[in-house]
């Protein structure tokens, strides 16, 4: 398990987990805070496009593939089944914190990201979170932040994880 902590951010479908996420990194950039993210599609997905040099040599059979630049690395492995949140985690080395959209079942602690206009329930119980992210008011005995307070959520995590700023 990576001793770099793992935070999720987890709501329904279209409440901005993206934007406040992308908000928050900014924040945490802003504090020389190293992030790294992982983002759980559920649908699949595929960043090789057929033809190229890369696809070509998964379809000659290689299990993994890495393409590198100048300015850009990435990691190409075809899974037989999803990998668990913990064994991608593992991977990743020199960074303060991993910021994760998705995974809403993992044992991480959560920042749900929130809109009353999607929903008048939380998805996750007060235990598994670290906040709540939200346009309505919630006392549930965790902080609440408004859905434009990156600044808040970053000095949370700062103060939590001791992440330097």
Partial sequence: MSSIP???LVGTSGTGKTTFLEKLIRQLKQRNVHVATIKHDV???DIDKPGKDTWRHAQAGAELVAISSPS???LIRHVEQEMRLDEITAMIAGVDIILVEGYKRSINPKIEVHRKAHS???LS???ELLAVVSDADWDIGVPVFDLEDAVGVADLLA???GLRG
Wanted: proline share 11%.
């Fill in 120 to 122: 008048s329930e939380l």
């Fill in 159 to 161: 103060q939590k994880y």
């Fill in 43 to 45: 649908h699949g997905f």
């Fill in 125 to 127: 119980p007060p235990e």
């Fill in 72 to 74: 850009t690395f990435a």
């Fill in 6 to 8: 793992v935070v999720v």
